[in-house]
């Protein structure tokens, strides 16, 4: 069955179940989609020394690339918290799109990313996100 973009952004949302998020209560989720059809999901962990917090993106790519994962990002939903009436959809952060760009580059593809907000979803490429991104391609 193939993980349609209501199964991914569910995906993320659970995540999000699981942040550590005491400091801003600000719970993130994101889940990567890749082209086997796995899906690999992160959320945010804050620390007391506020500035090392991790975002949810960061987190789920660390846990793919651990895996052992080096390409065939296609998709990416973030999801924030919906009970805050008036927010927008929130989009990643800009040192998430660099880090989403190293795994996406290294599989050359340009992923979708969901951006879920409490009224809508937002559908952006990585590449709008980060145009003109430096990547492992710079180096070689
Ligand atoms: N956050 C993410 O997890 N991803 C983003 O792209 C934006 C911000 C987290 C970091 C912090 O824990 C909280 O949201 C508030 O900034």
Do not use: W
């Amino acid at each position: 069955m193939p993980v349609s973009d209501t199964d991914l952004i569910a995906a993320a949302r659970a995540a999000a179940e699981q942040s550590y998020s005491p400091y801003s209560n600000f719970a993130v989720g994101a889940a990567l989609l890749f082209a086997d059809g796995s899906v690999v999901t992160g959320t945010n962990i804050e620390n007391a020394s506020y500035g090392l917090a991790l975002c949810a993106e960061t987190v789920a790519i660390a846990k793919a690339m651990d895996a052992g994962v080096r390409g065939g990002l296609v998709k990416v939903a973030v999801t924030g918290p919906n009970d805050r009436g008036g927010a927008d959809a929130i989009t990643p952060c800009g040192r998430c799109r660099q880090v989403l760009n190293e795994l996406a580059q290294l599989g050359g593809t340009d992923p979708e990313v969901l951006c879920v907000g409490p009224h809508e979803v937002k559908s952006v490429r990585l590449g709008e996100l980060l145009p003109h991104a430096f990547g492992p391609a710079s180096l070689a």
